[in-house]
């Protein structure tokens, strides 16, 4: 499956951001879907999964209670709602798609290319 993220951009500190990736191919709703960040100088890290069916999700403490995933199969589309965003938000923000349930890049065999979020005053 191809991937292709958007909806990066600047925001201000407690501002709200949704971003999207839409899949090509009709495999979409095969896969487990998650959303990882890299800020400059750092390992890249995981945000956000959630299951096939939109069902179970989980998220990094960091992230826990300011953000929401949520997918559309109809529409070969993963979101992420961020909220109450803070400057250590910052960060590429990259869809990948996985057969199984991980938060390991590695394990993920699909990625977008990267939508960048930046928080400032």
């Known amino acids: 499956v191809q991937l292709q993220a958007s909806g990066g951009g600047v925001v201000l500190p407690g501002g709200s951001l949704t971003l999207s990736c839409v899949a090509s191919?009709?495999?979409?709703?095969?896969?487990?879907m998650a959303w990882f960040r890299q800020a400059p100088g750092k390992e890249r890290e995981f945000v956000s999964r959630?299951?096939?069916?939109?069902?179970?999700?989980d998220y990094s403490e960091s992230v826990k209670g300011r953000f929401t995933i949520s997918r559309d199969n109809a529409k070969n589309t993963v979101y992420l709602q961020m909220n109450d965003l803070n400057f250590e938000d910052t960060a590429t923000y990259y869809c990948?798609?996985?057969?199984?349930?991980?938060?390991?890049?590695?394990?993920?065999?699909?990625w977008g290319q990267g939508t960048k979020l930046t928080v400032s005053s």
């Open positions: 959630i299951t096939i069916a939109g069902i179970n999700k």
């Open positions: 191919g009709r495999t979409f709703s095969s896969y487990n």
């Open positions: 990948a798609a996985a057969r199984g349930l991980t938060k390991r890049p590695d394990l993920h065999e699909s």
